[in-house]
């Protein structure tokens, strides 16, 4: 067996085992709170038949076991019950509401990259001039602010005092594009609709940076503390003695080696993502999950909590998997010895 | 202490940090001194200066019930503190006696108390402690609770890595021979070492206990009203913008100057106690 294959198998299974734990603890957070979920799902006005009738449908007077053995049976068949918040399948509420919020998180982890990683370079290589102390400064305020108030800040900023980008909202209502992925930046593109993938991609600028400052300050910060490090190195020595231009070394011998553990950041930034993304997409009006999530956490609605929780470690996981073996395919040596958990 | 002085006075950075912090804490704790209108902390209207720019005696302007910003911030100031330093005084020492021990004794002990580690954290941290507060009741101590539960594991996946690599050190090794008991070299040689590392860490995360907590209370699962919270201060303010822009934005700041203080701060300690990134 390829040693990749053996860590992705090894990965995958120590996922689930995690994943199992998750539905393990979110299910009994979910059943141990106090106050009757079905009463609070029903009103104040339905009936004691009514409200039993709902205990009965959802098992609620089970014991906890045998209630977990109902969802672990329900959730193989890829059920994941009825949200008691919108009255529908909480997979079909999710399939609805997640493509959004995933694709301000991509974007956002794009932003990361591709301005993160840069601002680290440039500090350690010019380390200990202003441009360094700039970055860190950039890099340190990014991190102290939750990202409403750089949503709150830059919304002020950038859409009503300076009218360049949209308050609110993902694309003007005013185009019509058929869902294909729930991307809509990709779907205009497939509808070859140029017009509405410039207005899609015009509104997914601010909230995107808004999320993604917290990262592009850890992805900086890490970089540019590994590429100071590697800098020290015998083979960065050499490289100068054999006279390459300075350009060369930042790319070539300094950056590499560094990219490794910036990559491991970058997977964990994105469970922080997963939380903040509620949080932007509250300042705006962003149509994601953070709306429907803080509707039925306030309404207690079991099914569609434990739904989503799940749901969103799962990604969390697969982003961790997927980083896990970017880093082994830079990384020769790492196929062959198991990265500490 | 001579040494540590002199680093945190001649870097600037680390210089602001401690400004900042003490700035924050000060007013803090003595806001019922500092506070213009300490009767703003609660439940009072003054429908006559309601809404007000920045302008004396209102040093941030007021809330749309006529409160003072400025002395709500600093009572606001004073619960995430409070929050902040219980959650931490809760989940430190669980956090760091899980660690040690997982990676002291190792085999299945090390197994099963990683992977209840590593379940706490997979789920992402704010979206745990908001499932926690939206199923319990929304109040300060269930808020300190929520943010508790997602916040030792980080202190055991800290101090179980340190806990792997001291039990190779030589002095570790002679505490066995001479056959002192588990407990003594976990919590006697062992966590001694730790200690730089997690005091570091604990400076930082008196900030980022701050950060989630009044991002929780900005989506409505925090402490509720009257009570001042920066969170649902920008929340409460974000739907008057930009008109009435300092009703979200002092709040804000607030909440930055804090956090961004216990950042340098921390910085400032990780030179100090020389401890790695």
């Known amino acids: ?122 500090a350690a290589r010019y380390r200990g001039s202003w441009a360094d102390h700039a970055v860190r400064i950039f890099t340190l305020l990014g991190v102290s602010a939750p990202s409403f108030v750089w949503a709150v800040i830059l919304m002020l900023i950038f859409a009503f005092y300076l009218p360049l980008f949209p308050i609110a909202g993902r694309i003007a209502d005013s185009y019509a594009i058929a869902s294909v992925t729930g991307f809509l930046t990709i779907d205009t593109l497939i509808a070859g609709n140029l017009a509405a993938f410039g207005n899609a991609a015009w509104h997914i600028v601010l909230p995107a940076f808004a999320l993604s400052l917290s990262g592009i300050g850890q992805a900086a910060r890490l970089t540019r503390s590994n590429m100071v490090e590697t800098y020290d190195k015998p083979f960065i020595e050499m490289a100068r003695s054999y006279g390459f231009p300075e350009r060369r070394i930042a790319r070539r011998f300094a950056f590499r080696p560094s990219l490794i553990p910036s990559l491991t950041i970058i997977g964990l930034d994105f469970a922080a993502m997963l939380g903040n993304a509620f949080l932007v997409e509250a300042v705006f009006a962003w149509p994601g999950l953070s709306r429907y999530g803080v509707a039925v956490i306030l309404r207690k609605d079991l099914n569609a909590i434990v739904g989503t929780v799940l749901i969103i470690s799962a990604m969390f996981l697969l982003v961790n998997i997927i980083v896990d073996l970017l880093i082994a395919f830079i990384n020769p040596r790492i196929r062959y010895s198991q990265r500490a958990s | 202490m001579k040494r540590a002085a002199y680093i945190l006075v001649r870097n600037p950075l680390s210089l602001t940090g401690v400004i900042l912090i003490t700035l924050v804490v000060f007013g803090a704790l003595f806001a019922d001194f500092i506070a213009p209108f300490p009767e703003h902390r609660g439940a009072v209207v003054d429908f006559a200066n309601f809404n007000k720019p920045p302008e004396w005696p209102y040093l941030f302007g007021t809330d749309l019930v006529g409160r003072d910003l400025f002395s709500r911030i600093l009572y606001a100031y004073r619960i995430s503190l409070l929050l902040g330093v219980v959650v ?190």
């Open chain 1, 1 to 122: 067996m390829p040693p990749v294959v053996r860590l992705l198998a090894k990965r995958l299974g120590t996922s689930l085992i995690v994943l199992v734990g998750v539905s393990m603890l979110i299910f009994t957070i979910a059943r141990v709170i106090p106050g009757d979920p079905a009463r609070i799902a029903l009103g104040p006005n339905a009936t004691a038949e009514q409200v039993e009738a709902l205990r009965e449908r959802l098992h609620l007077d089970e014991a906890l076991p045998i209630q977990y053995g109902y969802f672990l049976r329900d959730l193989s068949r890829g059920d994941l019950g009825i949200s008691l918040y919108t009255n529908r399948p909480v997979t079909a509420d999710i399939a609805q509401f997640l493509p959004a919020t995933l694709e301000l998180i991509v974007v956002a982890g794009l932003m990361m990259i591709l301005i993160g990683l840069p601002l680290g370079v440039i």
């Open chain 2, 88 to 277: 931490l005084a809760i989940a430190v020492p669980v956090g760091v006696t899980i660690g040690l021990v997982a990676g002291y004794i190792g085999g299945w002990t090390e197994y099963v108390l990683m992977r209840i580690t590593d379940v706490f954290l997979s789920i992402p941290p704010l979206v745990l402690a908001m499932s926690m507060m939206g199923l319990l009741e929304p109040t300060l101590t269930n808020g300190m609770l929520a943010v508790t539960a997602m916040w030792w594991p980080w202190y055991t996946r800290l101090v179980y890595n340190l806990t792997r690599s001291e039990k190779e050190e030589g002095y570790v090794l002679a505490a066995e021979v001479i056959g002192a008991s588990k407990p003594h070299i976990i919590f006697r040689e062992i966590l001694p070492n730790c200690v730089p590392s997690i005091v570091t860490k604990m400076t930082l995360d008196l900030g980022f206990v701050i950060l989630i907590a009044s991002s929780l209370s900005f989506l409505g699962l925090g402490v509720q009203p009257p009570t001042p919270d920066l969170g649902s201060m920008v929340a409460d303010g974000a739907k008057y913008l930009p008109d009435s822009w300092w009703l979200t934005v002092f709040p804000g700041l607030a909440i930055l100057v804090a956090v961004f203080g216990f950042n340098l701060l921390g910085d400032a300690l990780r030179d100090i106690l020389g401890v790695d990134q």
